[in-house]
């Protein structure tokens, strides 16, 4: 299976990437290379029934009861932050 | 003071014949005279370390200590380190402090071992040359033009030079083994769910596993010990006990069974490369192990299997790094998307973008089925593989990687050749099986590994079967000549 320009610029938009307009063509390229050797998965001949392998040991996720454990450290972790104001995280402008 | 392991090493602390502050400043010293030709380091702790190795030395003063106590190690900069920046060779988190330890780090201070400075990565893990950081490639210690491996390649060769004892790292499809097999050293991935993944920056969470880089088998299980265990933070973590790997290290190889995979003697595998692991399997052998060749049918699809389901799983992981709570953070947003775009586009390098565009493709709408669906369904036919072979051996013995170490820039435009590099390692990863490497050889000067895979939660056999092999052969004994040793 190959990959195209337009399927490229649609991942990239999904993966909130930018791709300049003069490598869309090398990704492309790049990409369709990959997707070709991947692509040999199909040719697996899977016994009938054969399920998705999620965990290597298929685990079941643990559960705990739903007490309040952590305590408050908002002040901790936005110290590193890019810009926040009374304790909220600043970004542009989210409703036109 | 460079051919001490760290048993020697705590010996001399107890007997007060060297300090912990000594042992720190001589590993520093080191540090600062010779990383330049490396760069295995990103960041150093050098304060830190005076400091722990100060607490360290008062804590045997007063008392029992563990064996770590006092030993110096580096943590591959994907281990996040209350205080010190973290930032996984990427410039998206070349700003990032983080404000807590990961488990691994948590354990290894716990045990008083002393943190030297932060080992260089492929960036986000993802390589398998560490030629993909924001901070420069790290070079092999055996011949300075040629790559250490990746993505752990910092670490490895970190204790190849001798720049540090002990190492941590990460392995999601070879990343601890295969740099240990191209710098010469002996590293383990543990079984997935041995060692906790809390505050190890995520890649691919099905695989991702912590495991120590040592120079011997021995090294690795003191830190092994350390590092293993249950962590209720860790929603995959498993919770049995730790068992003492050292104290079973000299336990006999007689009787045990190991088998030798056909699939992974392919045309790919270079003749010297096979040579370390059939020298190996004699050796096994005088050491009174019976070898039998197994099948593992499905091994020519652990590639294709991998660079799915990772860059799958690495497409939601590495969609946190948006600029908003941390990171990087573009220049005067315009506005969300292109915050969001400007942001990522900037900070991410290359391979990164290429596995996020690759995994975003596979998870889309049409194409889920027929790649991410297929790819995890073929994973669970590789693990029966393994599941089939352990009911008639113990232990499989393979090699580790095609070959000895690659000249930097090699295969920089050929990155289906570079994840070929992956394909012994790969179905373990997969499996979700413990797995070593360990020096088996040489060609022309420069390294040779073979890699021993396990059962389940079987770390312990591993770490005897290498001791017992390093007991009975010199592999692993030698040192890169800038570090003093010969070439051999």
């Known amino acids: 299976m190959s990959i195209s320009e337009e399927e490229v610029r649609a991942a990239a938009f999904l993966a909130r990437l930018h791709i300049d307009e003069e490598s869309v063509a090398a990704v492309t390229r790049t990409l369709g290379d990959v997707l070709a050797m991947v692509a040999r998965v199909q040719e697996a001949d899977l016994p009938k029934g054969t399920t998705p392998l999620t965990h290597p040991r298929d685990a079941r996720q643990r559960l705990r009861a739903d007490e309040v454990r952590e305590e408050d450290q908002r002040s901790v972790l936005q110290q590193g932050a890019p810009q926040v104001r009374e304790g909220f995280y600043l970004v542009p402008r989210t409703v036109e | ?488």
């Open chain 2, 1 to 488: 003071m460079l051919e001490h392991g760290v048993q020697e090493l705590a010996r001399l602390l107890a007997t007060r014949q060297l300090s912990s502050v000594e042992l720190t400043e001589y590993y520093l010293e080191r540090i600062e005279r010779l990383d330049e030709r490396y760069n295995c380091f990103i960041s150093l702790s050098g304060e830190e370390a005076r400091a722990q190795a100060a607490a360290a030395d008062a804590r045997r003063a007063a008392g029992t200590v563990s064996p770590l106590c006092g030993i110096p190690l580096a943590h591959k900069d994907i281990y996040c380190t209350q205080g010190v920046r973290t930032s996984c060779a990427s410039r998206m988190l070349d700003n990032f402090v983080p404000p807590y330890d990961a488990t691994v780090v948590a354990a290894c201070r716990q045990a008083g071992a002393v943190m030297l400075g932060k080992t260089n990565m492929d960036e986000f893990a993802m390589g398998s040359s560490n030629e993909n950081s924001s901070y420069g490639a790290v070079r092999n210690p055996w011949d300075l033009t040629r790559v250490p491996g990746g993505s752990s390649g910092g670490s490895a060769a970190a204790v190849a030079a001798r720049l540090t004892p002990l190492a941590t790292g990460t392995d999601t499809g070879g990343s601890l083994r295969q740099p240990a097999a191209l710098c010469g050293v002996t590293a383990l991935k543990p079984t997935y769910g041995r060692v906790s993944r809390h505050g190890m920056i995520a890649f691919a969470s099905s695989l991702d596993q912590g495991g120590p880089v040592a120079r011997d088998a021995a090294d690795a299980a003191l830190l092994l010990e350390a590092m293993a265990g249950f962590d209720p933070r860790d929603s995959t973590s498993e919770d049995r006990p730790v068992p003492q790997y050292h104290a079973a290290l000299e336990d006999s190889l007689a009787g045990v069974r190991i088998g030798l995979p056909q699939e992974y003697f392919n045309e790919r595998l270079a003749p010297e490369a096979a040579d370390a692991v059939h020298q190996a399997a004699r050796e096994y052998e005088r050491l009174g192990a019976r070898l039998k060749e197994i099948q593992l049918p499905h091994t020519h699809l652990a590639v294709p299997v991998y660079y799915i389901l990772a860059p799958a799983e690495c497409s939601a992981n590495l969609a946190r790094y948006d600029g908003v709570r941390y990171g990087h953070r573009c220049d005067q947003p315009a506005g969300m998307q292109d915050l969001y775009m400007r942001t990522r586009s900037e900070a991410f390098g290359e391979e990164v973008k290429r596995r996020i565009l690759v995994g975003t493709y596979v998870l889309s709408r049409g194409y889920y089925d027929a790649y991410y669906v297929q790819a995890q369904k073929v994973r669970r036919l590789i693990r029966e593989d393994f599941r089939s072979a352990f009911a008639d051996v113990d232990l499989i013995l393979a090699p580790c990687a095609p070959g000895a170490a690659f000249p930097l820039g090699e295969k920089a435009a050929d990155p289906i050749s570079m994840y070929y590099q992956d394909e012994h390692t790969l179905g373990a990863s997969l499996a979700g099986l413990p797995a070593l490497a360990m020096p088996g050889g040489f060609a022309d000067g420069l390294p040779l590994g073979v890699q021993l895979i396990a059962p389940d939660f079987a770390e312990g056999a591993l770490l005897t079967a290498a001791h017992r092999f390093q007991q009975a052969t010199s592999w692993h004994l030698q040192r890169p000549p800038e570090t003093g040793g010969e070439a051999p």
